[in-house]
């Protein structure tokens, strides 16, 4: 390749919605920039909205776990798919506090509780409230992902002291149905619409690694930033490849294209705390800090995620020390994207 054809790559690429919604053409144009142009344009975005080197740390427990009536092709807890997750009720109080003191020890400012449910009912929102309330009497950020909810569940978790709920688009509209076939894309989006309107903060991403082609990956990112208004955090989740799941066989993702994938959340959704979530174990240290570099500023902390594996405690300690980043200390909810 000669110098000047190199040259006209450094093409500028649009930074900010100008007006209206993201294309999915837009976002696949900055998903494509030459990679150090689009580390470089979302660090520097980053630092436009964020104090530098300020990680969330985030911790996960599954509150109840298997026996999913849902088939996301993704999921271990999927009772239709033999991973040998071993299904158990509703976690008590207790117990729940235990675990969020422990992680608050530990320097998580956020604690999300998962249950792996198509919808809660009503009597499983009003033991789940009781779960947030004692959380939130520790001062931690609460946030928890229960599957799909009605719009008074969401109002009945604002009053327990909700400050985020998880509710994922997981991919494009268009890959959707090749992923889960038992709920629509639009439940999903009518359960965001519930959440915001309860005034609970949106946390809502997806999964990279699931056979989707590139236009899914930017069809994903243009459903969240044109969300309005776009999600407060925004998980980007690397597939754990589960045997037993229908996805287990998937081609890993080039780690250069996950970096890509976090940089274009960053760029996109500017003020959004960005998670590199899932998958980390497989990332490796390296990779991991190409993600900082490209925005992401929050991880979730601890041992386990919901059943499967998560670095080490100790580790995440030592490549935090290692990047001179460092655990976000106040609980304090950040303001809502504007
Ligand atoms: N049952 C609720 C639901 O589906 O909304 C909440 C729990 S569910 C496990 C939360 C999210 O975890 C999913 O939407 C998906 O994005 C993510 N997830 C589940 N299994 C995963 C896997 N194997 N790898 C990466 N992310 C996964
Ligand atoms: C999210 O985006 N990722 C988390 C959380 N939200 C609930 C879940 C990851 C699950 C990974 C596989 C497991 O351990 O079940
Ligand atoms: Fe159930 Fe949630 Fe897993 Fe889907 S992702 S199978 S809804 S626990």
């Known amino acids: ?21 993201w294309s999915v053409e837009a976002v696949q144009a900055l998903l494509d920039m030459p990679f150090m142009d689009l580390v470089h344009q979302a660090q520097t975005v980053h630092r436009q909205h964020f104090p530098e080197g300020d990680i969330e740390l985030a911790t996960l427990l599954s509150v109840k776990t298997g026996g999913c009536p849902e088939n996301c092709g993704y999921c271990p807890q999927s009772a239709e798919f033999d991973t040998g997750v071993k299904a158990q009720k509703l976690m008590e109080v207790d117990e729940v506090l235990r675990a969020a003191k422990a992680a608050q020890d530990a320097g998580a400012t956020r604690f999300c509780m998962g249950a792996a449910w198509r919808a809660p009912k009503d009597r499983d929102v009003e033991k789940v409230a009781a779960l947030i309330e004692a959380v939130k009497g520790l001062g931690m950020q609460t946030c928890a992902t229960l599957g799909m909810l009605e719009p008074h569940q969401a109002q009945a978790l604002k009053s327990a002291g909700l400050d985020y709920y998880n509710h994922n688009l997981d991919t494009a509209p268009e890959y959707y149905t090749d992923v ?21 903060n949106v946390c809502c991403g997806g999964i990279v690694g699931m056979g989707e082609q590139p236009v899914h990956r930017a069809g994903l990112i243009a459903q969240l930033a044109n969300l309005d208004p776009y999600p407060e955090s925004v998980p980007i989740n690397s597939l754990v490849r589960v045997p037993g799941t229908p996805l287990a066989d998937s081609e890993p993702v080039d780690p250069f ?14 003020k959004a705390r960005v ?7 497989q990332l490796g240290e390296a990779v991991q800090a190409l993600c900082f570099m490209a925005g ?35 609980q304090q909810v950040e303001e809502p994207c504007a």
């Open 180 to 200: 889960v076939q038992t709920r629509q894309y639009q439940d999903r989006l009518d359960t965001l619409a519930a959440v915001r309107a309860a005034g609970i």
């Open 1 to 21: 390749m000669t110098v000047a054809s190199e040259v006209t790559l450094h093409r500028p690429v649009k930074t900010a919605r100008a007006e209206g919604p």
């Open 275 to 281: 998670r590199l979530s899932a998958g980390r174990q």
């Open 296 to 330: 992401a500023n929050s991880i979730f902390y601890g041992d386990k995620l919901l059943v499967t594996g998560n670095p080490d405690v100790e580790a995440d300690v030592q490549l935090l020390r290692k990047l001179g980043l460092q655990a976000r200390r106040t």
């Open 257 to 270: 294209e996950f970096v890509r994938m976090i940089a274009v959340a960053r760029i996109t959704m500017p």
